[in-house]
């Protein structure tokens, strides 16, 4: 009877070293990715497993306002491409301050000043050109020509998030084309629809890749960027094992993993892919995020006025 009560208690001491702490993520990532992120992270942290729910950023933030307004707030973390949303969540105090957070390598204009969300990768909006027919320029500028009116093609902000924060950070309207995401965008450019394509990095640098007519150009004067940040929610049970998660993101194993997936990492010393440039030598056009909350939807309703939209 005694050796089956030790071997009871072991048992029981075993469950207890493995016992799992639960994490619901909700993100913006693409399937791939985010499964690729969640594996990465649960290799690393084996105590903690990770459920996550997958859609594009303006689906999660319904999602959350809902769960918001009816006080069953489900995620613990989020995941989601800009970082208005989440000042929209901030503003509404829904969001765990991190001042711990580890980020004194990073460059302080891609995070909260209030530490309550962290920026994990930079996907910057840049100029892609046709080669066949366009030529390559420098600066944001060089495209207010009027040779250009009509073939510069664009996503809508009313789909891209990128496109919603290349807005607030610079505005151009010189015949631009609304298409739709950043793929029609590129597309039209590829095709010689449109000569010029202002879209994120990865659009331009895998149409490339993949023998498409397109270059890729981030101009000297600046370039707009959404971080794709993470934000712990206020109402989690888990704030130990979210912190941890946040962690992660921002260490070095987390950048390389953001490289690997085909992104520009922000920690410097980590590089991307082959064809990206350094975070270092890009120049990042930043807003104040918290006034961006404010002068949003004024924004978004002057485009869609603008284009017909």
Same mark, same amino acid.
């Given at each position: *009877?005694?050796?089956?009560?030790?071997?009871?208690?072991?048992?029981?001491?075993?469950?207890?070293? &493995?016992?799992?702490?639960t994490?619901?993520?909700?993100?913006?990532? =693409?399937?791939?990715?985010?499964?690729?992120?969640?594996?990465a992270?649960?290799a690393a942290?084996?105590?903690?497993?990770v459920?996550?729910?997958?859609?594009?950023?303006t689906?999660?933030?319904?999602v959350?306002? !809902?769960?918001?307004e009816?006080?069953?707030v489900q995620?613990?973390?989020?995941?989601? @491409?800009?970082?208005?949303?989440?000042? %929209?969540?901030?503003?509404?105090?829904h969001?765990?301050?991190? $001042?711990?957070? $580890?980020?004194?390598?990073y460059?302080?204009?891609?995070?909260?000043?209030? *530490?309550t969300?962290f920026?994990?990768?930079?996907?910057t909006?840049?100029?892609?050109?046709?080669?066949?027919?366009?030529? $390559?320029?420098?600066?944001?500028?060089?495209?207010?020509? #009027? %040779?250009?009116?009509?073939?510069?093609?664009?996503?809508?902000l009313l &789909?891209?998030?990128?496109?919603l924060?290349?807005?607030h950070?610079?505005?151009? +309207?010189?015949g631009?084309?609304? #298409?739709?995401g950043?793929?029609p965008?590129? /597309?039209?450019?590829?095709?010689?629809m449109?000569? &010029?394509?202002?879209?994120v990095?990865?659009?331009?640098?895998?149409?490339?890749?993949?023998?498409?007519?397109?270059?890729?150009i981030?101009? /000297?004067?600046g370039?707009?960027?959404?971080?794709? =940040?993470?934000?712990?929610?206020?109402?989690?049970?888990h =704030?130990?094992? !979210?912190?941890?998660?946040i962690?992660?993101?921002?260490?070095?194993e987390?950048?390389?993993?953001v490289?690997?997936?085909g992104?520009?990492?922000?920690? $410097?010393?980590? %590089?991307g892919?082959?064809?990206? =440039? /350094?975070?270092?030598?890009?120049?990042l056009l930043g &807003? +104040?995020?918290?006034? @961006?909350? /404010?002068?949003?939807?004024e924004?978004?309703?002057k485009?869609?006025?603008?284009?017909?939209?």
């Amino acid at each position: *009877m005694k050796l089956v009560t030790l071997t009871l208690a072991a048992m029981l001491a075993s469950s207890a070293a &493995y016992a799992q702490t639960t994490l619901t993520l909700y993100t913006s990532q =693409p399937p791939e990715q985010a499964q690729s992120t969640v594996d990465a992270f649960e290799a690393a942290h084996t105590d903690i497993k990770v459920e996550w729910t997958r859609n594009g950023t303006t689906a999660l933030m319904n999602v959350m306002r !809902a769960e918001i307004e009816t006080g069953q707030v489900q995620a613990d973390v989020l995941l989601v @491409a800009d970082v208005i949303n989440l000042g %929209e969540l901030k503003a509404g105090d829904h969001l765990l301050a991190y $001042p711990e957070a $580890p980020v004194d390598a990073y460059n302080p204009a891609t995070d909260d000043k209030d *530490m309550t969300f962290f920026s994990t990768k930079a996907i910057t909006t840049d100029i892609a050109y046709n080669t066949e027919i366009a030529k $390559p320029v420098e600066k944001w500028a060089d495209l207010l020509k #009027e %040779e250009n009116r009509g073939k510069i093609a664009v996503p809508s902000l009313l &789909y891209s998030g990128a496109a919603l924060n290349h807005l607030h950070a610079l505005i151009n +309207d010189l015949g631009i084309v609304p #298409e739709g995401g950043n793929g029609p965008a590129i /597309k039209a450019a590829a095709s010689g629809m449109a000569k &010029y394509g202002i879209v994120v990095d990865a659009n331009a640098l895998r149409a490339k890749v993949a023998g498409s007519p397109i270059d890729y150009i981030a101009p /000297k004067d600046g370039v707009s960027f959404i971080t794709e =940040p993470a934000t712990i929610m206020a109402t989690t049970k888990h =704030p130990k094992e !979210a912190k941890i998660f946040i962690d992660f993101l921002l260490s070095k194993e987390g950048q390389e993993l953001v490289a690997k997936q085909g992104n520009l990492p922000i920690l $410097p010393g980590v %590089e991307g892919q082959e064809g990206y =440039p /350094k975070v270092e030598d890009i120049k990042l056009l930043g &807003y +104040d995020a918290d006034e @961006a909350v /404010k002068t949003n939807e004024e924004i978004c309703a002057k485009f869609a006025d603008i284009f017909g939209l």
